[in-house]
């Protein structure tokens, strides 16, 4: 007579343990040493990010200080508005991270993708920007306080861009019922990435209208 243990073959495997997370991932995946190892690069990610930026200031203000051919260069009001959306941006991304840290996974893809949206129209608006001074005749190569402009704004767009693209893969994944313990990583690390860019174009912003 068999055991408890022993289970019918025709019965298949048993169906996956049920828990808070979402499946899709493998035991490999889960939080230790593989989140700690992407945090490091995040952090990395960081500091290499924000040397980029500080050389930039450095070198724009090192140029406002030399010769008598900088003039200022007029700013577009929608840089207003992509300020905004940036900041409202931030505050729905954690507004999703606390829905999901409470089991409410449907609201947190509504908020995620939320974000996602308004990653997508702050660099609308950035183009919109650009847009506005090539109408006025203000290109790059029109004097050194534009040409800083378009390469910081350039800069900070790439970034975003960077950001904007590991945002939709999260979301992607959360469509597809897949944010295991490896996805709650990406989904940090993208919130922390999306939170620096934030405070680096408020960072921008201020050094545009006092110096720029």
Request: proline letters at 7%; hydrophobic letters at 50%; charged letters at 10%.
């Amino acid at each position: 007579m068999p055991g408890p243990t022993t289970r019918n073959v025709s019965q298949g495997p048993p169906p996956p343990p049920e828990g808070r997370d979402w499946g899709g991932d493998g035991p490999s995946e889960g939080p230790g040493a593989s989140r700690q190892t992407s945090m490091l690069l995040l952090y990395l990610l960081l500091i290499s990010s924000t040397i980029v930026f500080l050389t930039l200031t450095t070198a724009f203000l090192a140029r406002r200080s030399m010769g008598t051919d900088w003039v200022s260069t007029p700013k577009p009001p929608i840089l207003w508005l992509s300020t905004g959306v940036l900041i409202v941006s931030s505050l729905v991304l954690e507004t999703a991270r606390r829905r999901l840290r409470s089991g409410q996974r449907s609201a947190f893809n509504r908020w995620w993708s939320a974000a996602t949206a308004l990653g997508i129209l702050f660099l609308i608006c950035q183009a919109m920007a650009w847009q506005r001074l090539w109408q006025t005749g203000f290109y790059i190569a029109a004097n050194p306080s534009t040409s800083f402009f378009y390469v910081l704004t350039a800069t900070h767009a790439a970034h975003v861009l960077g950001a904007v693209t590991a945002v939709v893969y999260v979301e992607v994944q959360a469509v597809r019922f897949r944010l295991g313990p490896a996805k709650r990583t990406a989904i940090d690390m993208s919130a922390i990435f999306w939170h620096f860019l934030d405070a680096l174009w408020l960072c921008l912003m201020a050094l545009f209208y006092l110096w720029g």
